[in-house]
């Protein structure tokens, strides 16, 4: 059975940083995309970051909203991916959700096959 579990939501202040963590269980992830979504209340669930294999090497792709303030990564030996989050500001307050194996577009939400739970973050100002 495949588990995405993300971890390391909370609430900062702005300007504060966040990281979050999302482990695979049931299956390896190192040869497909994942990604990093998050859903506001009332809104859609929108991209955030996604990080793909390209040969030997990985290449990433941000929502112009993290650009500059958020990196994502991947330890694939743990089956893990990472949001690093800095720069916070309250609009990026949401549940924030990691997604694996797309077969693309990588920022659709619709292209990822599995899902987490999500995880609070709470940006107050």
């Known amino acids: 059975q495949v588990q995405l579990a993300e971890s390391g939501g909370g609430t900062v202040q702005a300007g504060g940083s966040l990281r979050l963590s999302c482990a695979a269980s049931?299956?390896?992830?190192?040869?497909?995309?994942m990604g990093w979504f998050r859903q506001a209340p009332g809104k859609e669930r929108e991209f955030v970051a996604t990080?793909?294999?390209?040969?030997?090497?990985?290449?990433?792709y941000y929502a112009d909203s993290a650009k500059g303030r958020f990196t994502i990564a991947r330890d694939d030996a743990k089956d893990t991916v990472f949001l690093q989050m800095n720069s916070l500001k309250p609009e990026d307050t949401a549940v924030y959700y990691c997604?694996?194996?797309?077969?693309?577009?990588?920022?659709?939400?619709?292209?990822?096959?599995?899902w987490g739970q999500g995880t609070q973050v709470t940006v107050s100002s």
């Open positions: 049931g299956r390896t992830f190192s040869r497909y995309a």
């Open positions: 997604a694996g194996d797309s077969g693309g577009p990588h920022y659709v939400p619709a292209s990822y096959v599995y």
């Open positions: 990080t793909w294999r390209r040969g030997r090497t990985y290449d990433a």
